[in-house]
Structure formats: structure tokens, C-alpha cells
């Protein structure tokens, strides 16, 4: 199939550059002036589409060439409206094992989209010429334009005028110092969009800015000259009807938005529910599926419910299906730095001060269980601080490229539970064999 999707992908030379803030800035302009846009973010993060869900009020989506394959990609930004704006991960040439695997520049190249590189101003003059001309050259490239970020009005001429005199890219404006716009971090990343009162005036507040210091029209050409996207059509076949319980609040927020959808063309209905403010789960689920989060955060909260608990309690111990990831899997432990948590699994988890388990991983099941069979192995993702101590080994997990091992995981006829987040457009088969058992749950023995 062919599409013509206008897009643009927005990197730059390293996280911490100023991709979120000018992305979620350039998304709620360009939906000021009436342009139907959807926002995309490469790589696993879950906190960064938040951010462009908040400025369009529509869900975000990834799109990862480790967890999915090329034609994938290609499927879901062709699912755009009418322009697809894409913030990259890290640095442009960074992906898996200091190669240029799965990075932004990948996903450029494979779906011929443009990019503007974010270029930090703050220090720098001659220098930047140097960067700049090493991240044109260092390989083939779809580099279109450059956003001077944290410079002045008046220098932005001198050093506009410094680049495009001497190198073969356009600068397309600025973004200035903004007070009072600095997206804060935690252990997982940003602090989320939902945790941020002002988050709605912070986005309006650089789509002003944005109006004013760069060239909207330039951007929208770069992205209308792509190329249309050649794909062969993904087919999500309808299983069977079922009701899927997802948690969903401030403890649990961490979802991949094509997971969801995967499960509604599968045929089930999504209910959302909240482990913090619900005192029950909803009626007449036949499967759960509690993602990571900031359990952490809410621990007596949490602990407190324990009605909530109860419930929870009563459709596991009648074999409900449930997959439970990271903070969800943490949560269904028997306790998270010494609160006690709903002890669905044997086992409590502490937080520590470093990363346990960082980036992308290759899964290999152990055993027969819901989602896998002895044997198969599975693209997927980590990123936690905390750690469990129960030796739990039905899954041995690996960094690609690398001769790095552990193991990990709890897997039973009904249950998924382990850190590594799962991807299901990495094979439906992960979606297909949860909807499969939900459907056949039987719920009036409950």
C-alpha cells in the first residue's frame, strides 16, 4: 500500500537537549492552526507520549524498530491523521549497543521522514559548527533543518547566519530560555504530564514562544516533501468478545498505546480502573492487566485499600488472567519496601538508588504458560530501580548484542509477572493467547 502522510521528526545531539519541550510546543501550535497532527516517540519511553497527549488531548504512540519490525512501523505512522510529528530518543545515532540500531536516524532512514535536530546554543559558538557538521556527515542522513534552543532573540541572527553560511542545512528558528517550562526529572525520567498542575499553560506557553522564533512554514514543508510510505497492510484479526480490567492512575501509567488497541481489534472492551481511589474492581472482567508506574510513590495509599485488595484477591485466586508489569508486578508482590502489597506472588521488592536493569532485551521462556511456550523468545524492555527477592527463573532474559544474562519472571497458566514490559506488536501471538484465555475465563465462579 501507499499514503501520503506529512512528517517531521524532531532529534537532537543528546537527551536533555530540549526534544520534549519544543515536540509537545510544536504539537499544540500546529493543532492552534488547524492542522489535524498525531505525535509519535521513538523508542519504549512511556512518559514522553504522555507529554504529546497532553498538548493534542489524543493518545500518543510508539514506534520502536527493536520491539517491532519495519513494516510495523511503517503501519502505525500510517495510521496518522494528517501529519505525524515524531520526537526521537536520546541523540539522533543512538541506539542498541553503540550502534545506530533502533535509534531516530534508523527510523528515519526506513520510513523516509525528515528530521530537525534541536541543537543546544547554550555555551557554544564557533563549536557549533563542528557538531553540526559531524551529525551531517557521519552517515547517510535525512537531516533538513536545525532549532537553536536557549539563545536570545538578538544572537539568533548572528549564528543563523553563521551556519547556513558555511554548511549545507537550514537553521528554521530558535527557542528561547523559557521560565517556568523546564519539564522536571525523577528516577524514571520526567515527572509525568498528570502530575503537573500547569502542564496545559507550560504547553501553551512554548506553543506562543514557538510562534513567534520559528518558521512554520519551512517545518511543514520538509514535511510534506516526504515521500509516501509504502507498507503491506497489518492484519489484527477480531478473536472473540471479553472485558479487559487495565489499572490506570497516577500509580500505574506506564502503557503502550497500540497494546490497548491491539486488545480492542482482538475484540475485547478495555475498563480502566484505579488500585488508588477504587474500592473494588470493576464487575465482570475477564482479564487484568496491571502495567509499571510509580508505585513507589503511593506506597500507604496503596497498602490501604484494602478492599480493593480483596477483590483483587478473590478473581486471582479464580485464575483470572492477568499480566503484570514492573510497578505491576511489584504491586501484586507481598511488598514494596516493607508496606504490604496485595501478595497475589511470593516475594517483596526494595527500591535501591541505581538502575537494576536498563534498555532493550531479549525474552526466552522456560516453560508452557498464558502467553508463552517453552522456548520461544521475545523482543522486550526494561527499566527499573527496584529489585525482588524471590529467584524467580521461568524466563532468561539477555541484552541483544551483548553477553549479559539473568533470570527472572513468574509464569503460570493464567499469569504473566516479571519486570519486562512486552510490546504486543512484536507477535500477536502475546494478544491473541491473553484474549484467548480471557474469553474462556470463567467469571461466574467468581
Known sequence: MNKKISRILISAFSSGSGKTTFTMGLLRLLQKKGIKVSSYKCGPDYIDTMFHSKALGIPSRNIDLFLSDENTVKNILAEAENMAVIEGVMGFYDGIAFTDSASASHISRVTDTPCILIVDVKGKSATLKALITGMLRYRKNNIKGIILNRISKASYPVYKNMIESELPVKVFGYMPELEDCTLKSRHLGLITAEEMADINSIIDKVAEELEKSIDLDCILLAAEKAPDLEYDELEI?????????????????????????????????IVYFSPLEDTALPENLDGLI?????????????????????????????????????????????????????????????????????????????????????????????????????????????????????????????????????????????????????????????
Open 237 to 269: 484479526n477480531l478473536i472473540g468478545r471479553c472485558r479487559i480490567g487495565i489499572a490506570y492512575d497516577k500509580a500505574f501509567c506506564f502503557h503502550y498505546a497500540d497494546n490497548i488497541k491491539v486488545l480492542e481489534k482482538m475484540g475485547a472492551e
Open 290 to 446: 496491571f502495567y509499571g508506574g510509580y508505585p513507589e510513590l503511593y506506597l500507604e495509599k496503596l497498602s490501604a485499600n484494602k478492599s480493593f485488595i480483596e477483590s483483587l484477591k478473590k478473581v486471582y485466586n479464580n485464575k483470572i488472567p492477568l499480566i503484570a508489569e514492573c510497578g505491576g508486578f511489584m504491586y501484586i508482590s507481598q511488598s514494596i519496601d516493607n508496606m504490604e502489597m496485595a501478595s497475589l506472588i511470593k516475594g517483596s521488592c526494595t527500591m535501591t538508588n541505581k538502575l537494576q536493569n536498563f534498555g532493550y532485551i531479549e525474552l526466552t521462556s522456560h516453560k508452557d504458560s498464558m502467553l508463552f511456550k517453552k522456548g520461544e523468545t521475545f523482543p522486550a524492555h526494561e527499566f527499573h530501580y527496584s529489585v525482588i527477592d524471590e529467584p524467580y527463573s521461568d524466563c532468561i532474559m539477555r541484552k541483544p548484542k551483548s553477553l549479559k544474562s539473568w533470570q527472572g519472571v513468574y509464569l503460570s497458566d493464567h499469569v504473566y509477572a516479571g519486570y519486562p514490559h512486552l510490546y504486543f506488536l512484536s507477535n500477536l501471538k502475546l494478544a491473541e493467547r491473553f484474549i484467548i484465555k480471557a474469553i474462556h475465563y470463567n467469571r461466574d465462579i467468581e
